[in-house]
């Protein structure tokens, strides 16, 4: 029964997450107020950013060097447990490895055992001459670092032009309201 409400539902999107293992990082927002000389003439800019990154011992297995997460012993590696319950077959996350498939048996030190540590970042960000406000930009892989070796998610980057004090940009087009004395 179990495996027809599976394909039922799990068609449906109700039904069945992806197994556990490893998942993408999360994607980062990250706001930049420039100059309307900056949006103009572009600029590169250094950023510094909070977040996680990788661990450079483990890879981001979160295994000691020279051992790798094995077979969770509870669920053979598929992340979830079956109960029989009547005519009923209840399936649910792995309690032994949280859904993941796999346990670390030796953790590593630097990250103990969970594949990232927290470190801030510090990028070099190029802004092409002529942006909008309000200009997204994205640098791959510059995210939360993934779970378990997967890759990192993204850096998104949205910029905001700053009011001048004499100039107003209208898309294309530079205003400038000039007070003239009349007399």
């Given at each position: 029964?179990?495996?027809?409400?599976?394909?039922?539902?799990?068609?449906?999107?109700?039904?069945?997450?992806?197994?556990?293992?490893?998942?993408?990082?999360?994607?980062?927002?990250?706001?930049?107020?420039?100059?309307?000389?900056?949006?103009?003439e572009g600029k590169k800019a250094e950023i510094t950013i909070p977040g996680s990154v990788s661990c450079e011992s483990c890879?981001?297995?979160?295994?000691?060097?020279?051992?790798?997460?094995?077979?969770?012993?509870?669920?053979?590696?598929?992340?979830?447990?079956?109960?029989?319950?009547?005519?009923?077959?209840?399936?649910?996350?792995?309690?032994?490895?949280?859904?993941?498939?796999?346990?670390?048996?030796?953790?590593?030190?630097?990250?103990?055992?969970?594949?990232?540590?927290?470190?801030?970042?510090?990028?070099?960000?190029?802004?092409?001459?002529?942006?909008?406000?309000?200009?997204?930009?994205?640098?791959?892989?510059?995210?939360?670092?993934?779970?378990?070796?997967?890759?990192?998610?993204?850096?998104?980057?949205?910029?905001?032009?700053?009011?001048?004090?004499?100039?107003?940009?209208?898309?294309?087009?530079?205003?400038?309201?000039?007070?003239?004395?009349?007399?």
């Amino acid at each position: 029964f179990a495996d027809v409400f599976d394909e039922i539902f799990g068609a449906m999107g109700g039904g069945r997450r992806g197994g556990g293992g490893s998942s993408r990082g999360a994607d980062l927002r990250y706001n930049m107020a420039i100059s309307l000389e900056e949006a103009f003439e572009g600029k590169k800019a250094e950023i510094t950013i909070p977040g996680s990154v990788s661990c450079e011992s483990c890879d981001g297995t979160g295994a000691e060097a020279g051992s790798q997460p094995v077979n969770c012993p509870t669920c053979n590696g598929h992340g979830k447990v079956r109960a029989q319950q009547g005519f009923f077959t209840i399936e649910r996350t792995c309690p032994s490895c949280h859904g993941k498939g796999k346990i670390v048996k030796n953790p590593c030190k630097a990250c103990h055992g969970v594949g990232r540590v927290e470190k801030e970042k510090t990028l070099q960000v190029t802004i092409p001459a002529g942006v909008e406000d309000g200009t997204r930009i994205r640098l791959a892989g510059e995210g939360e670092a993934g779970t378990n070796g997967a890759p990192a998610g993204d850096l998104y980057i949205f910029l905001d032009i700053a009011h001048h004090r004499f100039f107003q940009r209208e898309g294309a087009n530079l205003y400038c309201r000039i007070p003239i004395p009349m007399g």
